[in-house]
Every structure is written in structure tokens, then in C-alpha cells.
């Protein structure tokens, strides 16, 4: 599907709500956001935003790569856990009937 991004260098005190409505602001459908965290709670300044579209992610990652983002230059790539998961041997596909 190619529907997320992954967003590294956050500033520390970004949440996810900020995260989302950055995407929002900038024109981008968002279906889903987060920021990582420790165990303790603290923030590893990275996150995940899932966008309405490949084509809208794809637009992410030019348009918004390098931009500010509270004190910070965020960087925007391609989500490759989501790739890792897509790809991964005995993966079912989503429509595949399940079993019970």
C-alpha cells in the first residue's frame, strides 16, 4: 500500500496530535498518527503518519521532507516496517478469508 511515512528528528516535545495536524495543515488526508516513545514515556522523536493514499504519501515525502516543524527539520521517508510487514513470508492478504 505504501500509505505511511516514517518522521524522524522531532523535537522531543512534539505530540502526536501536532504531528497530525501538520499533515492536515499542509494539505494531506491523515488516517493515522503517532509519535514513539521509551518505556519511561519519553519521546524518541520519531513517528509514523498514515496518509489516505500512496500517491498522498509519495507527495509527503517531497513536499514536506526538511520542513520546520515546531524547533525542529523533520526528515520523511518511506515507513519501511510497513514494507517489512507487507513483504514478510506468510503474509495473508487482507481479503484472504480467516480461518477459525
Known sequence: ?????????????????????????????VEYASVSADAAGNSKCCGVVQLSSADEAARAIRELDGEALGDASILIREDRQERKRRDAPGR?????PRRR
Open 1 to 29: 500500500q505504501k500509505t505511511r511515512v516514517f518522521v524522524a528528528r522531532l523535537d522531543p516535545a512534539t505530540r502526536w496530535t501536532e504531528l497530525k495536524d501538520f499533515f492536515r495543515d499542509n494539505g494531506f488526508g
Open 92 to 96: 495473508r492478504d487482507a481479503d484472504a
